[in-house]
């Protein structure tokens, strides 16, 4: 190297970094008047309606400080997050109150507030509520919500976020598709049903079929009565394809929890200590679903009928392939933005005919966001005050206000977010709404419907183990549904998982309560001397590796072996050279790496939910995870997704060998084939909705039509079980341009002279390839092969962003497991578990590899 | 290896299929961020975006709204002539201002893609003993088509361009309606080379004030309104105007006028889509250089005015004509203007480049220098250290989160840029494995050779090692800047001060918050691959060649 040189690009790089360097512009404020409070919320940095709120609220703050200046002056950070939210991904927020450097306000999705509440993660407002109330100060107290709202943010009897905003869901139909089907009045006016059992009539009628080689059309009430009497109501998918459906009971947005609850079932028992999953009314809530599924010719049929499904203006709702739906409140601005000219109706979400005889006449459910203050905020009266400004009619009017313009600029008509405060609701519904005459009566009628639902809304269970029983009760419903499970065999099952859980968090195991971390660092320094001395003796006297290679039963050559200068010891410039070489790294390891990963070892041994100090309770995860089902099934899961490695180097060789026969142009090839792998993910997520379609829409089913024969169907992709990791394989093959470019390096140091003495020889082209090429390539096939398993075993995007682990947990992969038990259920110390078990399964295939690695990697060099 | 010219060809033909399958996303993602919202969301997907129409006359019928319909049993061809005639049937009032054979012709077409979801199936796709017939369609449709469906399918396709109101802010949050006592069309009086009117009428309700042109007169219609503010206007802050673009593309720019001066849009905007809008233009402001959205136009002042008066404002509409490659152009500028405009896109590359070149070169100058060590030394424990900097990629981070965070913050170093790339300074399992493995091919003779010279390890490195690995340095370098360059989990964990995001992240905020249009989020994408695409292309010849250097065989 040429050191003139390298001085000079040095000081370059320095510069130019100095450069860079981005300054702040405001300083950090030390004005003792001054408090900063730390706002998080979802979707980004303070922008737009809010951001000018806030300011306003600055502002305030000064002129109170100009009139006494006992008062502070606030400022308000932002910016703090900008993941997709806290509930699907509370990383960013547990990460902040681990770090003790925890937001003051934060925004919080209502029905997860319990969860972090129940362990210690969110400060109870009573005390600051009581306090308003005999001050006489206007605050948001609870008389003022609509019941469900507030009280879905308690745990334990006490309040722990202020609502700021509600969704309630109603029963929306496609007026045009009623009349069609006849399903109208005496006037001639559709009436939506109000029963289940009417909504199961008015499937039939309004659900259309088309046979596969007629292209007949008919309805599937015609289609029924023309079975033979005793044949199960079932449509044959092999002759018939749906093309409009009357209702798709999971499509919109209405789980099971709705129905449970519609057929007069519970999800927890009344003092939140059992799971009721398995109630005998959420079991034939199921078995009614399942029928309608299965007229409808089964759930994975239906569901695949939904991929289909775009948003916006190709809304299936707006299109009218689906005559009716329950949906949330958020649906209205898409129906405004799209559906002028379709007519809707809605209503409350139709009943079990003996729930309404009981006397429940409606019924709906609701989530929305809180703004809460986790325990460990700094500025707790500051984030009060910022909370009771937010909440103030005030604040709100001047949103709503910003926010109307914001949805006028971009020409969208606008209805205010429904508010979770009666008064509110009320006023702004009737200023923006009611009396604007450019707004269509059935919108107004609509956001009336929803409105009056609100006091009849249920809401989502409050405990401990929300995240969990949501995630299960998804499960038991999708098994049930689609045939894998009797409806009472799959709640029960996941209603066992869930009690057990459940009872561990009410009646914990006992163990040491770790306050203290000195012992940690202690302990990590002896390991890392007794580790240090170990290596070294191993390393120095000939005699004590054989004495280890004799205890293990290996033989005398492996303790003989292992490297030069072994037996007469090493000179001063190998230790020296050494030590200083891998400083750097040795330094980092010990700082960075080796403590985070000796802390999640000892985590492993513990409970620990973050927000609290770990408990000791020894192999009890460990045990655990041997019972959890889906640990198992999530390592098979990612244990096939190792198909992917030979797949993919396969492909890219393939790709490396085309690009050496001489091409022209190699540099524009080269870039081309490498492109996919550095297209964001942002950006291909869509792309792959489109192109993984099984309708006919999609472009690999497509494709599939077009060239293959008739009777041969697509598969139903990312929607079939059996399917959707193969479909992630086939999504992941699309970046095999990124392994091509070592293949071609490979390819390129071969010599030349080996296959000019081949071809005297007279072996033909795949002769060649066979003898020469592959095994000259093994040295990279083997780092191939050692970093393509080791990256597959901890396989997360996919899951994380496309599939959220479904369809039935076919894409639950290992260590996406893992991060719901360390982020979303609150036990980081079953992930770690988790993370150690991978650990040791990565260990040992890795060191198999490496042994099997002598028997074919080729190096030619001495 | 024989070449002969049929092995070509097919090496070629598979060349140009891969390059089809494997460039398909990037045109997929390019062309997208060419598209308005509505082409992202339509029946039969195009990867190119729709042709924008630069219409030289306004009011106008969109006759390609309606141009690909869905074929039901009888076509639109044979249904048309009838469908025509119970348009005119309806009564609906076509305006004057618009080709009448033209909308009736489109009406038409619009009315039968909505009599496929009004007519029973029976009817409309025929039965097996009955199959379909134009008459019974024609029957049918007599019963549904009436006045309002022909009136809300003719509104699909009517373009028109029209203002409403006008109003300012000022420096708080307070709006003033300018003009409000006075029709809309009665605010402006019209100037400009092109033959232009402008009507008062009700566009669903909304009192507006349509505005016909036709440019074969000329290329300009300028608007020209005097308004009187309620206070002082000194202080004001932003114009806002709802606007209803007529679709075209066609050039729209603001001149204001007030307190003795004048101040003109910094860019132009354009007449796109066709739905009311609020166009915004805003005084330079210290908004400009926060991290808000920037959702408005800036104005900047362009010498002295006649309008002194205090209360006095003076607003100058100018629409200019724009021929089919200027209306491209616009179109496809549109999305990386906004993208770029909306978010402190300079200031996030900034931070990017900062951290992608301060990581490149920390991570090749630690990895080359400690593979060096695990590769051509051999020291006591080696073997035992490199199976720990292998374990060391097999823990899964999510659970070395915490603590890595919490070593950080303890150093001083959370929100601030420091853990981003101080790291790279210890080097990468990843990287330091690659390179021992190019390291060990190297042949022990070049160094025995400079050890006899009297080379201790050091220069050995220097200059016999690393004049080997040079080029494959360059492959890490390439690397290692694609992975910082799209980087976000470590700001997101990090960083809490939206002035130290980086480019990817940033990003990645601004495309949560503009969800609704994904448009927006495939041109920040093309704008964050791009010099990826360059860098590669640029780096890839080193970078090849230098792991075939490493090799030494042949």
Avoid at chain 1, 583 to 599: A, C, K, Q
Wanted: proline fraction near 5%; hydrophobic fraction near 45%; charged fraction near 20%.
């Amino acid at each position: 190297m040429d050191s003139k040189k390298a001085i000079i690009a040095g000081i370059l790089v320095l510069l130019a970094l100095w450069l860079l360097y981005p300054s702040r512009q405001i300083k950090k404020i030390n004005d003792p008047n001054v408090v900063e409070i730390v706002y998080m919320g979802p979707g980004g940095p303070l922008s737009g309606a809010l951001a000018d709120v806030i300011r306003e609220f600055e502002v305030r703050s000064e002129q109170e400080h100009a009139k006494d200046p006992k008062k502070p002056i606030y400022r308000v950070i932002s910016g703090q997050n900008a993941s997709r939210d806290q509930t699907a991904d509370p990383t960013r927020f547990l990460v902040s109150v681990a770090g003790n450097s925890s937001p003051d306000v934060i925004q919080f999705d209502r029905y997860a507030v319990a969860e972090w509440a129940a362990r210690g993660g969110f400060e109870p407002l009573d005390d600051y509520l009581a306090r308003d109330r005999s001050a006489g100060i206007d605050a948001p107290q609870r008389e003022k919500f609509y019941k469900p709202t507030w009280d879905e943010a308690m745990y334990g009897g006490k309040s722990y976020g202020i609502p700021i905003s509600v969704d309630d869901r109603v029963l929306m139909y496609n007026k045009d598709s009623f009349r069609r089907a006849g399903l109208v009045d005496a006037n001639g006016v559709p009436t939506p049903p109000k029963t289940w059992e009417q909504t199961r009539d008015y499937l039939r009628k309004l659900t259309i079929i088309q046979d596969n080689n007629t292209g007949q059309q008919m309805t599937l009430e015609k289609y029924f009565d023309g079975l033979p009497p005793g044949a199960p109501k079932r449509l044959n998918t092999k002759a018939y394809k749906l093309v409009n459906v009357g209702f798709i009971p999971m499509y919109g947005n209405s789980w099971l929890y709705i129905f449970g609850w519609m057929n007069g079932g519970e999800f927890m028992s009344a003092d939140g200590r059992t799971v009721t999953l398995n109630d005998p009314k959420i079991v034939s809530a199921l078995i009614w679903l399942k029928e309608i599924y299965d007229e409808l010719g089964g759930y994975s049929g239906v569901k695949a009928f939904e991929a289909g499904f775009q948003g916006n203006a190709l809304d299936p709702f707006i299109t009218g392939k689906v005559a009716m739906k329950i949906d949330g409140y958020w649906q209205i601005n898409t129906l405004g933005q799209f559906a002028r000219n379709v007519d809707f109706g809605t209503a409350p979400p139709p009943l079990p005919q003996a729930t309404i005889d009981a006397g429940t006449e409606k019924l709906s459910w609701i989530g929305g966001w809180t703004y809460s203050i986790p325990a460990t905020a700094k500025n707790k009266e500051a984030a009060w005050e910022l909370i009771r400004y937010l909440t103030s009619k005030d604040a709100i009017g001047m949103r709503i206000e910003a926010e109307r313009q914001f949805a006028q600029a971009e020409g969208r008509f606008y209805f205010p977010e429904q508010s979770p405060q009666k008064e509110i609701n009320v006023w702004q519904y009737q200023k923006y709404v009611y009396d604007d005459p450019t707004i269509d009566a059935k919108y107004k009628e609509a956001i009336r419907t929803y409105n009056d639902l609100l006091p009849y809304s249920r809401y989502r269970p409050i405990t401990p183990i929300g995240q969990q029983l949501w995630n299960y009760h998804i499960t038991a419903a999708e098994e049930s549904l689609d045939g894998t499970k009797p409806p009472k065999v799959a709640t029960d099952d996941a209603n066992r998982v869930l009690q057990i859980q459940l009872d561990r968090f009410f009646s914990p195991s006992n163990g040491i309560v770790i306050r203290s971390w000195t012992w940690f660092f202690v302990m990590y320094a002896i390991i890392a001397v007794i580790l240090g001395s170990l290596a070294f003796f191993w390393d120095t006297s000939l005699s004590m590796r054989r004495r280890v290679a004799r205890l293990l039963g290996l033989s005398a050559k492996t303790g003989d072996s292992i490297i030069e200068g072994a037996a007469g010891g090493f000179t001063r410039s190998q230790w020296f050279g050494g030590y200083v070489t891998i400083t750097p790294w040795l330094i980092g390891f010990l700082v960075f790496t080796g403590g985070p990963m000796l802390f999640s070892l000892v985590i492993s041994f513990c409970r620990w939910d973050i927000l609290s100090n770990p408990v000791v309770t020894g192999f009890e995860n460990y045990r655990l995870m041997w019972d959890d089902q889906k640990v198992w099934k999530s390592l098979g899961n990612t244990l096939f997704m190792i198909l992917s490695v030979p797949l993919g180097i396969v492909l890219s060789l393939a790709i490396a060998l085309l690009l050496n026969q001489g091409t022209k142009l190699l540099a524009g090839w080269r870039t081309i084939f490498y492109l996919p792998s550095i297209v964001p993910v942002v950006a291909t997520s869509l792309l792959f909705v489109w192109i993984f379609n099984p309708q006919e829409g999609g472009l690999l089913a497509g494709i599939i039509d077009t060239f293959s024969f008739h009777h041969l169907q697509s598969p139903k992709w990312l929607q079939d079980p059996s399917w959707a990791k193969t479909s992630l394989i086939l999504m992941g093959l699309w970046g095999a341009g990124g392994g091509m470019i070592l293949w071609l390096a490979g390819l390129k140091g071969i010599p030349q002279s080996l296959y000019e003495a081949a071809s005297v020889d007279g072996a033909s082209t795949i002769q060649q390839f066979f003898n020469i090429t592959i095994p000259q390539l093994t040295p990279y096939i083997f780092f191939n092969f050692i970093m393509g398993t080791i990256g597959t075993l901890k396989v997360f995007d996919q899951a994380f962003l496309m599939t959220q682990g479904g369809p039935q947990d076919a894409t639950l992969f290992y260590v996406y497991h893992l991060f719901n038990n360390a982020f979303r259920y609150g036990q980081m110390g079953y992930a770690s578990a988790m993370a150690w078990l991978l650990f040791a399964i990565t260990l040992v295939l890795t060191a198999v590899q490496m042994r099997l690695s002598r028997r074919w990697v080729h190096y030619d060099t001495a | 290896m024989k070449r002969t010219p049929l092995h070509q060809l097919l090496v070629y033909f598979l060349l140009l299929l891969g390059a089809v399958v494997f460039t398909f996303p990037f045109i997929w993602m390019v062309s997208s961020s060419m598209k308005v919202d509505r082409e992202m969301f339509t029946e039969d997907l195009k990867v190119l975006p729709n042709t924008p129409r630069p219409m030289a006359r306004s009011p106008y019928v969109d006759d390609a709204y309606f141009s690909s319909l869905k074929p039901g049993a009888i076509g639109v061809d044979v249904l048309q002539p009838e469908l025509e005639k119970l348009v005119e049937a309806s009564g609906f009032p076509i305006p004057e201002d618009v080709d009448r054979a033209v909308a009736r012709r489109e009406i038409a077409r619009g009315l039968y893609q909505r009599l496929g979801a009004r007519i029973s199936g029976e009817i409309w796709n025929g039965t097996s003993d009955k199959p379909a017939s134009a008459a019974a369609i024609i029957e049918a449709a007599r019963t549904v088509v009436d006045q309002e469906l022909v009136r809300q399918t003719f509104v699909q396709i009517y373009r028109f361009a029209a203002v409403a109101s006008v109003r300012i802010r000022d420096q708080g949050i307070n709006l003033f309606d300018l003009a409000a006592d006075e029709t809309p069309a009665n605010r402006w009086t019209l100037q400009g080379s092109a033959r232009s009117t402008l009507t008062d009428f009700n566009d669903q309700g909304k009192p507006a004030a349509k505005l016909s042109y036709d440019f074969a007169s000329g290329p300009d219609i300028r608007l020209v309104g005097d308004f009187q503010a309620p206070a002082d206007v000194s202080q004001m802050k932003s114009v806002r105007i709802d606007i209803h673009p007529d679709d075209t593309w066609h050039n729209i720019t603001l001149t204001l006028e007030h307190s003795g001066r004048k101040f003109v849009s910094e860019r132009q905007n354009f007449l796109s889509n066709f739905d009311w809008a609020t166009y915004t233009w805003q005084h330079a402001s210290d908004d400009d250089k926060s991290t808000k959205l920037r959702q408005w136009i800036v104005l900047n002042d362009a010498g002295p005015s006649d309008v002194t008066d205090p209360k006095q404002i003076r607003m100058t509409l100018d629409i200019h004509r724009v021929n089919q490659a200027y209306a491209w152009a616009n179109k496809v500028k549109n999305n990386y203007i906004r993208t770029a405009e909306q978010i402190p896109f300079w200031r996030y590359v900034r931070v990017s480049v900062f951290l992608v070149l301060a990581n490149v070169v920390l991570t090749v100058i630690s990895c080359s220098f400690v593979a060096y060590g695990f590769s051509r030394i051999v020291f006591p424990g080696r073997d035992l250290l490199f199976l720990v900097l292998l374990a060391t990629m097999m823990i899964p981070s999510q659970v070395t989160m915490i603590p890595s965070f919490l070593i950080w913050k303890s150093l001083g170093a959370y929100d601030t840029l420091t853990p981003l790339w101080f790291g790279a300074a210890f080097g990468s399992a990843f990287f330091v494995f690659m390179l021992r493995q190019f390291m060990m091919g190297i042949p022990r003779d070049l160094e025995d050779a400079a050890r006899i010279d009297g080379c201790g390890f050091l220069r050995i490195y220097w200059h016999v090692i690393l004049p080997l690995i040079k080029p494959s340095l360059a492959a890490i370098a390439v690397m290692t800047f694609i992975g910082v360059w799209q980087d976000f989990m470590g700001p997101l964990i990090y960083i809490a001060d939206q002035r130290l995001y980086s480019l990817s992240f940033g990003l990645y905020a601004f495309s949560v918050q503009v969800s609704n249009n994904p448009a927006l989020t495939m041109a920040g994408s093309v704008l964050m691959t791009l010099p990826i695409i360059i860098i590669f292309f640029l780096a890839q010849r080193y970078f090849i060649q230098g792991i075939t250097l490493t090799g030494m065989k042949g």
